[in-house]
């Protein structure tokens, strides 16, 4: 029960700052998408950045367990944001990833002091097909980190989980476009066409 009220409020929340856009969008992985949410703009609400932090703190510590992990990392860009003040809140050493790597300095694509073995959580705002999360953690294993377990806010359903878990990660999130799309639906936020075009898009996994 608990969980399905946090899930409401999420898409609440969602609906309420305007996150979810129709049109054509260019994703990450280079697909066009009749969808787009853009969770880029939460930091821009701090009663709502505020609170989206701490759902997602809550759900790494009842789902991964605080005492997993060793530190937390940032998947760029959207995914620092939300990760840098989980590290903060929960105590635990932030490291991110670049979107390139460095080629002054030490050259590294991790930045933060990162040992061999530890064992890091990856954050990000979203997952598609996992093409981020995946580059990330190649990133970090290739340093001689340990990577299991990921959380997002949102998961599109286009077998991002299923990618993941072929890569020995587990993912977690707070909301599934279904679920978010249906929500809006029965509070009349969006048309059932636009409802057909997301679940249309879902993939279940």
Do not use: W
């Amino acid at each position: 029960m608990e969980k399905e009220k946090t899930k409401t409020e999420l898409a609440r929340i969602l609906n309420r700052i305007g996150a979810l856009k129709f049109g054509s969008f260019k994703l990450t992985s280079g697909e066009i998408s009749p969808y787009y949410i853009d969770l880029r703009i939460v930091p821009s609400f701090p009663d709502v950045y505020q609170r989206i932090c701490n759902l997602f703190n809550e759900l790494i510590k009842n789902e991964v367990g605080v005492e997993n992990i060793d530190r937390i990392a940032g998947i760029p860009t959207a995914g620092i944001s939300f990760a840098s003040i989980a590290a903060y809140q929960l105590k635990k050493p932030f490291i991110y990833i670049r979107t390139s790597e460095r080629h002054h300095g030490r050259g590294r694509s991790v930045e933060g002091i990162l040992l061999p073995g530890d064992r890091v959580l990856l954050i990000d705002d979203l997952i598609t097909k996992g093409g981020s999360i995946l580059k990330a953690a190649e990133a970090i294993r290739a340093e001689g980190g340990a990577v299991g377990n990921a959380v997002v806010l949102i998961d599109r359903e286009e077998n991002g989980k299923k990618n993941l878990a072929k890569y020995g990660i587990h993912l977690f999130y707070l909301l599934t476009i279904s679920e978010l799309a249906n929500f809006l639906y029965n509070i009349e936020a969006i048309t059932k066409k636009q409802l057909i075009t997301v679940l249309n898009r879902a993939k279940k996994q």
